[in-house]
């Protein structure tokens, strides 16, 4: 739920979201409480009509069986991204979060993060697209996900 949140926010933002989420839905986030909850109170937690939309589709699906939240740590990684992509909403990113901040997988690297972009221009001096990024990485298989955290780390004063 926290990388859906995370979408297209800041990691402060983000953060202060989500925070407002928990504590509004009483700090246990379940599928029940969120379908339960009026969109009305999502929105004046900060999230938007999308977001919303998507949180709720998630909860649903939880709620159906048709995504496991509980078994995709015993997924790999191609697995949780084939099952979480089903939601609306979740993309290739968000699930590539999920997979760093919630599994704590140790080889993942987000080509498509504006941060990571941004962290590969500032460290080479030049711009790379998608596919020379993940090229650019493979020298740092099986722990890209910490590169990802020092090439973020590299534009904290920015």
């Known amino acids: 739920m926290d990388a859906i949140v995370s979408q297209q926010l800041s990691s402060k933002a983000a953060s202060t979201i989500f925070n407002r ?14 379908l339960k909850t009026p969109d009305s109170k999502f929105r004046s937690w900060g999230l938007s009509r999308q977001k919303t939309s ?3 589709d998630l909860a649903q699906k ?33 699930t590539e979060m999920f997979l760093m901040f919630t599994l704590a997988r140790p080889d993942v690297f987000p080509v498509d993060d504006l941060g990571i972009r941004k962290g590969i221009e500032k460290l080479l001096k030049r711009a790379l ?5 993940g090229n650019f990485a493979d020298r740092w298989k099986p722990y890209r996900t910490v590169a990802s955290w ?4 590299t534009l904290d004063n920015e």
């Open 21 to 34: 989420v928990k504590l509004g839905l009483g700090e246990k986030v379940i599928p029940e409480k969120v």
């Open 54 to 56: 998507y949180l709720k």
């Open 62 to 94: 939880v709620k159906s069986g048709d995504v496991k939240i509980k078994k995709l740590d015993g997924l790999s990684d191609e697995e949780v991204m084939k099952e979480l992509v089903a939601v609306k909403g979740i993309g290739r990113w968000t």
């Open 129 to 133: 697209n998608a596919q020379e990024m």
């Open 150 to 153: 020092y090439i973020w780390k």
